[in-house]
């Protein structure tokens, strides 16, 4: 449990947008650095990683990246995580954007899996709407 991983190719074929998802235990809902309150639960971040070709060696640089909360909860579970798992395919898109406001190219490829994808689960969610 809890070592999902998503890498998102950019232009560049050895850095990559690495998305994971942890837990926030309530003690640890602290921001050292900036000692503001962080909401306990399952969190999504977002950081560029430098991979190296064999893909067993990560670097990134301190504060590029992001976090935000997915699914505010007291306890962790499976169920959560699975939770937690969807609200981040949802919200993928909206942080790849951020990353390129910031000035990194994703690959052209990886916003239209992206698309496709989102546009796959409005529909599916449409369908369940309607009873269909």
């Not at 909401?39 to 504060?63: I, K, L, Q, W």
Request: net charge positive.
């Amino acid at each position: 449990m809890e070592n999902y991983k998503i890498y998102i190719d950019t232009d560049k074929s050895s850095v990559k947008i690495k998305f994971t998802i942890s837990y926030l235990k309530p003690s640890e809902s602290r921001n050292w650095a900036t000692g503001e309150y962080v909401e306990t639960g399952y969190r999504a971040h977002g950081v560029p990683v430098e991979r190296s070709a064999d893909g067993r060696m990560e670097s990134f640089t301190a504060f590029t990246g992001f976090g935000d909360t997915l699914l505010p909860c007291k306890r962790r579970s499976q169920k959560r995580y699975e939770q937690a798992i969807d609200i981040l395919q949802e919200r993928l898109l909206k942080y790849v954007r951020y990353f390129e406001n910031k000035g990194y190219h994703i690959s052209r490829d990886a916003i239209n899996t992206l698309i496709e994808e989102q546009e796959n689960r409005d529909y599916k969610k449409h369908l369940n709407a309607t009873g269909i």
